[in-house]
């Protein structure tokens, strides 16, 4: 009979590595408007540019998107205005004016204070329609009440607008138990819940020439819970091949 003695150091890399994903590009000439807006999409349909000062309009996928890390970056290209930049997940064509089962997830970031609402990012879950004119600071979408209901402002970034001209990388994992956003590698929000699948999209409010680009997807790499007693398990496992090693020698 053959005994297999498998070194610690090989148990703890088969419990804690997985497989990494590979990042695709994404084709934005397949996305979807909706709202308001204008945007274009670029030649090599790796970046889209939204030009007006517009009511909340979104430029999405239309496709469901749970279990993918979406990343990229996105740049004003203005010193003017100081309005709503963003991302929706879990959103459906139509949302923006009300669906009748409308329940997705907003991330919108503000340049500076004004009508109610402070500077700075932040994740909402919305339920109703947001749709207003693009000058309407009384709007839910505005203020984050009615249809808007405020979950969390980011860690780092939660009262800091957006910089004018100012490229930012951004990363948002997209589950049906978590949601995460980094922007330029920093963590900004990370909450749990219970989210509707949907679509993965840009938004934007009362803010033009906003540019999103070199947008990439991968599967989000399931975490492996640490069970409490496997540090003890890998220590006695350590102790009794030292014990054995010793045993040989004497």
Do not use: C
């Amino acid at each position: 009979m053959y005994s297999i003695r498998i070194p610690i150091a090989a148990v703890a890399a088969a419990i804690f590595t997985t497989t990494a994903a590979t990042a695709a590009p994404v084709d934005l000439s397949t996305w979807t408007v909706d709202g308001g807006g204008n945007w274009t999409v670029a030649g090599d349909n790796n970046s889209v540019f939204q030009s007006l000062n517009s009511a909340p309009t979104v430029f999405h996928n239309g496709t469901d998107s749970q279990g993918l890390s979406l990343a990229g970056e996105i740049t004003v290209e203005t010193t003017g205005d100081n309005d709503f930049i963003g991302f929706v997940l879990g959103y459906t064509q139509g949302d923006i004016n009300g669906n009748s089962d409308t329940d997705y997830i907003l991330v919108d970031w503000k340049q500076g204070t004004q009508g109610g609402w402070d500077e700075g990012l932040s994740i909402s879950r919305v339920t109703g329609p947001i749709q207003a004119s693009g000058t309407n600071t009384a709007a839910d979408a505005w203020d984050h009440v009615g249809s808007v209901q405020l979950l969390a402002r980011a860690t780092n970034l939660g009262n800091v607008g957006w910089a004018d001209n100012t490229t930012y990388s951004f990363q948002i994992d997209f589950t049906a138990t978590f949601i995460r956003v980094l922007v330029d590698g920093a963590l900004e929000l990370d909450i749990a819940g219970a989210f509707d699948n949907g679509a993965f999209g840009f938004y934007n409010f009362s803010q033009p020439s906003v540019r999103y680009a070199g947008i990439t997807e991968e599967i989000v790499v399931p975490e492996i819970p640490i069970p409490g007693a496997l540090p003890l398990m890998l220590t006695g496992m350590g102790l009794v091949s030292f014990l054995k090693r010793r045993k040989r020698k004497a």
